[in-house]
């Protein structure tokens, strides 16, 4: 294990689901990474991914540092939009 060092390797990241979104926001709003530390989704300073556990039924802005196809395809089928923001 320690002939090889991944840590400097690996990417830290958030994972935001899908269902977690569908409950703690209302149609129509905006998703950011301040939103979701707000709304205690998100606790680190770490890029925030959001991922395709669950269902979305709201159009919401989602404005995060990555999304998982599945993800961003359930989201724009509710009318929503993914936009994708720099760390």
Same mark, same amino acid.
């Given at each position: ?14 994972p @935001?689901? /899908?269902a977690?979104? &569908?409950?703690?926001?209302? =149609? +129509?709003?905006? @998703?950011?990474?301040?939103? /979701? ?10 890029? @925030?991914? @959001?991922? *395709?556990?669950?269902e ?7 404005? =995060?540092?990555?999304?998982?196809? *599945? =993800?961003? &395809?359930?989201?724009? *089928?509710? +009318? +929503?939009?993914? &936009?994708v923001?720099?760390?």
């Amino acid at each position: 294990k320690k002939s090889m060092p991944f840590e400097k390797f690996r990417t830290r990241t958030q994972p @935001v689901n /899908l269902a977690d979104l &569908e409950s703690r926001f209302d =149609a +129509g709003d905006e @998703v950011t990474p301040e939103s /979701l530390r707000e709304k205690g989704l998100a606790k680190r300073s770490d890029p @925030v991914k @959001v991922l *395709a556990r669950g269902e979305i039924s709201k159009k919401l802005t989602v404005r =995060a540092h990555g999304f998982s196809a *599945a =993800a961003k &395809e359930r989201i724009e *089928a509710a +009318g +929503g939009t993914c &936009e994708v923001i720099d760390a």
